[in-house]
């Protein structure tokens, strides 16, 4: 397959988005936040176009304010996001507190233009920022024991109106294999067109795994824990016939109530129609060998 994920092209050769058509406004931006550097490979997303600043904010899914696709933008301005920490324990030689001002510093902050398919058959094209994951586990140091990587987002129901309804279990939480969580496409996002992450995205640092269905790229990342168990991730906890621990984009195996074979771009208004969901969402070359030898209609 001739998807490409390394090359030259940034979304300011595919998008009229305003605040990128200008490389110095790029590198303000990055220096206003606390940012050392924009650099590395830039994944593009193979001739889609990236959908607006306007669509990636305004059709939303963070149950945490709301479960209406407009309730995020609505209500996640009352979340505070200064100060954030992560707290990085089980598995690891140096647990404790992260702040994430100090773990931004640490990284490179890299442009990743990926496609983002929501289990619900819509998806988009998002131009993020942020750094691998795999670096940030690299500074608590992962213990050879450690299989799995658990997240929580968090839980705060005065910020968080969403909280005060029992609709999922509070807080959210999501787990990846190690080896998916370890590989370069699995991002920790700071950012969106070079701003800082908005709130109804997921501020001020979420998880991005483009191979697999929306929910498993968990916003508002307080809690990383490193285990030797598969750890509970929430959609799965709440529906196991629907939402498997894997969750990886396949347009074979259908969800029990709707087919997985197509996708509806978000945008495009009157003329938007419905294109053909693709194997890993498009990153088949990079990650199907993750899956080797397994039954994807088993581990689904
Ligand atoms: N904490 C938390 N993370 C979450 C969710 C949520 O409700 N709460 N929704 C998930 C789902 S279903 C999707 S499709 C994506 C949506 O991300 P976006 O709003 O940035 O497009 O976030 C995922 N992460
Ligand atoms: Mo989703």
Redesign the pocket.
């Known amino acids: 397959m001739a998807f490409r994920w390394k090359n030259d092209l940034t979304h300011a050769d595919v998008t009229p988005e305003n605040a990128w058509l200008n490389r110095r406004q790029i590198l303000a931006g990055a220096a206003g936040l606390g940012i050392g550097a924009i650099a590395g490979p830039v994944m593009a997303s193979d001739g889609l176009e990236p959908n607006t600043l306007e669509e990636?904010t305004s059709y939303?899914?963070?149950?945490?304010f709301g479960t209406d696709k407009g309730d995020?933008k609505r209500y996640a301005g009352a979340l505070t996001t200064e100060p954030w920490s992560i707290e990085i324990d089980g598995m690891v030689d140096r647990p404790g507190t992260y702040d994430v001002t100090e773990i931004m510093e640490q990284m490179t902050i890299e442009e990743r233009i990926y496609r983002?398919r929501?289990?619900e058959a819509w998806s988009?094209v998002i131009p993020w920022n942020g750094f691998e994951l795999a670096d940030l586990l690299a500074l608590a140091g992962v213990q050879d024991r450690a299989r799995y990587v658990a997240f929580e987002?968090l839980y705060r129901p005065d910020e968080m109106r969403g909280q005060r309804f029992p609709i999922i279990e509070w807080p959210?939480v999501e787990g990846l294999r190690m080896d998916e969580a370890l590989h370069p496409l699995t991002i920790m996002a700071t950012g969106i067109y070079g701003k800082p992450l908005p709130n109804?995205?997921?501020a001020p640092i979420r998880v991005v795994v483009p191979w697999k269905y929306?929910?498993k790229?968990?916003?508002?990342v307080v809690k990383i824990t490193l285990t030797d168990d598969e750890p509970p991730a929430s959609w799965n906890r709440l529906q196991p016939r629907e939402y498997g621990f894997y969750s990886n984009v396949n347009p074979n195996v259908d969800h029990p109530r709707w087919s997985q074979a197509t996708e509806r771009k978000i945008g495009g208004g009157l003329f938007s129609k419905r294109i053909p969901t693709l194997m890993f969402n498009g990153y088949e070359e990079e990650v199907a060998r993750l899956y080797e030898g397994m039954d994807l209609t088993r581990y689904f």
Do not use: A
């Open positions: 990636i939303n899914n963070f149950y945490e995020p983002f929501c289990v988009m987002t959210y109804q995205n997921g929306g929910f790229s968990i916003k508002s």
